[in-house]
């Protein structure tokens, strides 16, 4: 019996053998070995308390926890059967190595035994650990763009003040300013106040977004309230003091750079204001030989129920003119002058027996001075006021020296009085007159 088993003994075995590699071609043939690739296959991150206990946060680096191809190998018929959603990338963070690093472990979620290979572009994501760290900002507003013409944007209110940020330190170290951002270029033509979602971002110093898949932010989006103002347009007006040395004079002009400003408030407050006038002690001329040129700061002049649409308004330059004095002689025809207001039965009239033209001299400056002459200056000469003024309470006949006046603008002098003589006489037309209608009124009550 041992003697056949034995005999042919190669024979026998490549027979086996021969038996064996037909099978497993048979079997090859009716399902062979294959492959399928996915593509951007992304790893899902276990145990990350494993980091965030310790007070630690960690950012993937490289987006290496999405691995770009993984490739199974196995029979066609089981590989038929899986799709991208089948195959599972797992990094445990409990695996987390020296070098920051957490090895990916694949599996599939069908057939998963009978996979023979399973071959990745990489097998590791890639981690930066930092302390984590939480700031609490005072949120601020900014306003781009502009409200429609003859409308500004006023204050802006938030239906919460601060944000709480957490992330890496060094990110959290970078950001200088959480603020929402109001877009006017978003909102053409509205003239009414404004209720709008903002999204919460923050900024460094140099005001570039500092943004990051670690940052989170507490909240994310206010309710922001857009006051929308009416604007007017006002002009400045300005008081002098002082006396400019002799010989000069203030023109009465004062201009402005800018001569108006734009202000902006509620429509109640607009409609009250007319203009913004600055005191006399800002421009004081004392001793001035020249115009008087300054800067002056009228944000303390513009009244608390409107404010400056522009902080460049808030100086203006100012000038105030100053002129020398100049004279100019008029001759003046004392026949001309009216005499009005006179006793009763008197007759007053200038003397003119030394002439019937006097000559005066007014000072003032030029444009003053131009447009007077010897018609528009005259003023009516009231005896009775004249008396008055002399404590005289009867005229009787005779010469009297009277100073003339004349109608003159106020910064316009005469050089020295204008001295004449009038002379005073009786009318002895009205006294016959009176007399005759005395005697009449006597012979009628006599009758």
């Known amino acids: 019996m041992k003697n056949k088993l034995t005999n042919n003994i190669g024979l026998k075995i490549g027979s086996l053998l021969a038996a064996i590699v037909i099978w497993l071609a048979v079997v090859n043939i009716n399902d062979p070995n294959t492959s399928v690739t996915f593509y951007n296959v992304p790893v899902t991150i276990q145990n990350a308390d494993a980091i965030t206990s310790q007070g630690k946060i960690y950012e993937i680096e490289d987006n290496s926890d999405v691995v770009n191809r993984v490739t199974l190998y196995g029979p066609r018929s089981v590989l038929e059967n899986v799709e991208k959603s089948n195959v599972v990338a797992v990094a445990d963070m409990k695996n987390l190595s020296s070098v920051n690093t957490v090895s990916i472990d694949f599996s599939t979620t069908t057939n998963f035994n009978q996979i023979t290979d399973i071959r990745a572009s990489s097998e590791n994501v890639k981690v930066t650990i930092e302390t984590r760290k939480t700031v609490q900002m005072v949120l601020r507003t900014q306003v781009i763009g502009e409200a ?15 944000v709480r940020v957490i992330g890496p330190e060094s990110l959290i170290n970078r950001i200088s300013t959480a603020a ?7 909102m053409s033509g509205v003239t009414t106040d404004i209720t709008t979602s903002a999204t919460v971002r923050l900024y460094d110093d140099a005001g570039e977004e500092v943004t990051g898949s670690t940052l989170t932010k507490n909240p994310e989006s206010v309710i922001a309230t857009v006051n929308i103002l009416p604007t007017k347009e006002v002009p400045l007006k300005f008081e002098v003091s002082g006396t400019p040395a002799n ?23 607009i409609a009250t204001i007319s203009s913004i006038t600055i005191p006399a002690d800002e421009l004081n001329i004392t001793g001035q030989r020249e115009n008087l040129v300054t800067r002056i700061n009228i944000a303390e002049y513009v ?5 400056l649409v522009s902080e460049d308004e808030e100086e203006v330059t100012v000038t105030v003119d100053i002129e020398p004095l100049e004279t100019k002689e008029i001759k003046i025809d004392l026949r001309s002058i009216e005499i009005d207001d ?22 003032g400056i030029k444009k003053d001075l131009a447009v007077l002459n010897a018609t528009n200056i005259l ?14 309470t009867k005229l009787p006949e005779g010469n009297y020296p009277v100073t003339l006046e004349f109608d003159l603008p106020e910064d316009v002098t005469l050089q020295s009085p204008v001295k004449v003589t009038m002379s005073a006489v009786n009318n002895p037309v009205e006294e016959e007159e009176n007399a005759g209608e005395g005697n009449e009124e006597q012979n009628n009550q006599g009758n």
Do not use: H
């Not at 802006?156 to 003040?161: F, I, K, S």
């Open 148 to 162: 429609p013409e003859g409308y500004v944007v006023g204050s802006v209110t938030t239906d919460q003040n601060l």
């Open 180 to 186: 929402i951002t109001i877009d006017m270029n978003t």
């Open 247 to 269: 010989g000069f004079a203030f023109s009465g002009t004062v201009s402005s750079d800018p001569e108006t400003v734009t202000v902006y408030g509620t429509k109640a407050a």
């Open 303 to 307: 009244p608390d129920t409107v404010t």
């Open 342 to 363: 006179l006793p009763e039965n008197m007759t007053c009239e200038f003397d003119t027996s030394n002439g019937e033209v006097v000559t005066i001299t007014l000072v």
């Open 379 to 392: 003023r009516v000469f009231k005896v009775n006021e004249w008396m008055a003024s002399q404590g005289i």
